[in-house]
């Protein structure tokens, strides 16, 4: 592939008479040969769809979402994971991988005890450091789900999401080469797609994940492309 790098400043203002500016690393990984490689890194969402997806779960998934040709998809996920462990601890699988794009599944655990506005600080950092100092291309980062209604407590987490997912909306506007998504089908806390403990979904809310994630894969190709 060839490597094209600038560099290129970008200011917004998300409140009126208040201005934040940031230079940008842009680099563009032009391919001439080969399949980009796509890594889906996040906390329990990810590991459970990682092992059933071996089962497989459903006959209508496909281990590499049926994108032989088009990309090579790996997922890591490890339970309970906060942004914060997941840069000290989980990282170390992107060097080796060396991955074209990361969709992150991050931000539910945090929202226990941190505010939103400071857990989409964090994930605003985790994207600059994946772009700059591990050289990913495209990064997506999706969007928190809200808790099923058997979940205690669940309508504070709605409006904890609903704030974090607004926030790391605005803040990533300025990344070229980052982008955000929403898992349109988790929409609302009473659909039928949650376990019992209204955190961690059903089967058919995992095929309703796996195919989001495929989504998430073909946006970030798209943009790739572009």
């Known amino acids: 592939f060839r490597i094209l790098s600038f560099r290129f400043r970008i200011c917004f203002s998300p409140v009126r008479s208040v201005q934040f500016c940031r ?11 080969g399949v980009p490689k796509v890594l889906i890194l996040g906390h329990s969402f990810v590991k459970r769809l990682q092992s059933d997806l071996k089962a497989p779960f459903d006959t209508r ?4 979402f049926h994108l032989e040709g088009t990309a090579t ?3 890591f996920g490890v339970g309970g994971r906060t942004v914060d462990k997941l840069r000290r601890y989980d990282l170390h699988v992107v060097t080796p991988l060396a991955p074209d794009v990361v969709i992150l599944e991050v931000g539910t655990k945090d929202l226990s005890n941190v505010r939103p506005e400071v857990v989409g600080s964090s994930i ?5 450091s994946l ?13 928190v789900i809200p808790r099923g209604i058997s979940f205690t407590d669940w309508e504070d987490f709605l409006q904890r999401a609903s704030i974090l997912n607004n926030y790391v909306r605005v803040v990533l506007e300025p990344f070229p080469n980052a982008f955000c998504w929403t898992h349109k089908d988790f929409s609302s806390p009473h659909k039928d797609l949650y376990l019992a403990d ?9 095929y309703f994940l796996y195919r989001s994630y495929r989504g998430t894969i073909l946006q970030a190709l798209g943009r790739l492309r572009s």
């Open 124 to 128: 605003e950092e985790l994207v600059g």
């Open 198 to 206: 209204g955190v961690h979904v059903n089967p058919l809310g995992q």
């Open 73 to 75: 998809v790996h997922l």
């Open 61 to 64: 998934a496909d281990s590499n």
């Open 131 to 143: 772009l700059d100092d591990f050289s990913v291309t495209m990064v997506g980062v999706c969007h």
């Open 23 to 33: 230079e940008f690393n842009y680099t563009r990984f032009v391919m001439a040969n």
